[in-house]
């Protein structure tokens, strides 16, 4: 199933943290990562909604889901396909991230 689309931004988050985890960790953790972000799209495809909304973190309206059990942050918003517009870790700056990826 698939009824969500990914932001080059979002596919460009994806690829950093993989080549990240392959560098640092190993193929086998970056693979697993990996995978596990994209069930994660898949869990939210099924159920839109899930999640919160961060207004700390932006004022768009969009919902943000851990991908579980790591620390990185898919940020999303619903639309007629869910968008996806970055899979960030939890310890980076955010708001500043979010600020040019999301328009008005």
Do not use: C
């Not at 839109?48 to 909304?53: F, N, Y």
């Amino acid at each position: 199933m698939k009824g969500y689309i990914l932001s080059t931004e979002a596919q460009e988050d994806i690829f950093q943290i993989w080549s990240y985890l392959a560098q640092r960790a190993s193929l086998e953790t970056a693979d697993r990562v990996e995978s596990k972000i994209y069930q994660t799209f898949e869990l939210l495809a099924a159920t839109p909604g899930l999640g919160h909304k961060r207004i700390d973190l932006t004022e768009h309206s969009v919902l943000f889901f851990r991908v579980r059990p790591y620390s990185y942050l898919v940020v999303y918003r619903v639309r007629t396909a869910l968008e996806f517009v970055a899979v960030l870790h939890g310890k980076r700056n955010i708001t500043e991230l979010l600020q040019d990826r999301i328009p008005h």
